[in-house]
């Protein structure tokens, strides 16, 4: 079967679940790729002629320089977290199909979703800021440090702390994540070298959280309510039953911002963080592969967005 689209994803992104069920009632010969079951792939890569063999469930996959677009929906493996400690051979096994996965750069006529280096670099958080600037964003406060005594300096009232990038650890059988926390900078002590660096920013009040998903230059926004108003702290952190997403359109002036912001980091796809309060909207972070399946609804068809931006772009 001769491939037009390409999916690289996970066994668990049911969000791409939605998408590959659009592209079937096209009859788009796609092949979708799960990062868990590499190794029960048959897989050839020359990349010197661009030909990828793919063998899945003795089904046969040719992919060559003429495929129209890539997916590169779930990038890394570093995030997941095993139950069991990961065995040398599975170590191995990681690191090489890692790279496997950034080989498939040689089909760079294809269109990308987002190309590989683009989604390393925007994962960057302070890359992100600074870029956001350039695109005439505010953006809050913001040190990256293990300094505790300059923190303290720095932020001397309340302030949010957050990972400079994804944390997914796991203790015993407990699975451990964080959120943006919302801190006094009092309970740090002075003296204090932290084991690791952590971002510190400004703390914004009486704020409005919008999430702001872009494919191309398609801009599909929602704010994000609790009883019909703002949520101080992380978003996140309030039970989904308590959660309200209000379709909404940007000012020009900030969407144009958005846009920019894309164009500058080279991503087709990017979901970006915003808050707005009485001084106006302030950039908190993109992330090059967010979530988008709890948004879609019939006035939100992300999936269906995504999927003709596969098959046409």
């Not at 995030?79 to 040398?88: E, F, Q």
């Not at 164009?263 to 009485?278: C, P, Q, R, T, V």
């Amino acid at each position: 079967m001769n491939t037009q689209v390409l999916i690289l994803t996970s066994i668990y992104d049911f969000s791409t679940d939605l998408v590959c069920l659009l592209l079937k009632e096209k009859d788009t010969p796609f092949l979708r790729l799960n990062k868990e079951s590499f190794s029960d792939y048959r897989i050839t890569l020359n990349p010197v002629e661009q030909i990828l063999l793919v063998e899945v469930n003795k089904q046969k996959y040719e992919i060559s320089s003429s495929l129209k677009s890539i997916w590169f929906r779930q990038p890394v493996f570093l995030r997941n977290t095993p139950h069991t400690p990961l065995s040398v051979e599975q170590q191995l096994s990681r690191s090489q199909w890692s790279a496997f996965l950034r080989s498939l750069s040689v089909f760079r006529n294809a269109a990308w979703m987002n190309w590989p280096q683009s989604t390393y670099l925007a994962e960057s958080k302070p890359y992100q800021l600074m870029i956001a600037k350039e695109c005439g964003f505010k953006i809050p406060s913001t040190l990256v440090s293990n300094d505790a005594e300059n923190l303290k300096f720095e932020f001397p009232n309340n302030a949010i702390i957050k990972s400079l990038d994804t944390i997914l650890l796991r203790e015993n059988n407990d699975c451990l994540f964080t959120y943006s926390t919302l801190i006094s900078s009092s309970i740090l002590d002075d003296t204090s070298t932290l084991t690791a660096p952590l971002m510190m920013q400004e703390y914004i009040d009486n704020k409005i959280d919008y999430r702001v998903t872009i494919i191309g230059n398609t801009v599909v926004t929602v704010k994000i309510l609790s009883g019909g108003v703002g949520i101080q702290e992380d978003w996140r952190m309030t039970p989904k039953q308590n959660l309200s997403y209000e379709t909404c359109r940007l000012p020009e002036s900030v969407e144009l911002s958005c846009l920019a912001l894309m164009k500058e980091m080279n991503l087709s796809f990017g979901a970006i963080d915003l808050l707005e309060n009485h001084e106006g909207f302030y950039f908190i972070e993109i992330n090059p592969t967010g979530e988008w399946g709890w948004l879609c609804d019939t006035d939100r068809n992300i999936d269906q967005i995504i999927a003709s931006w596969l098959l046409n772009s």
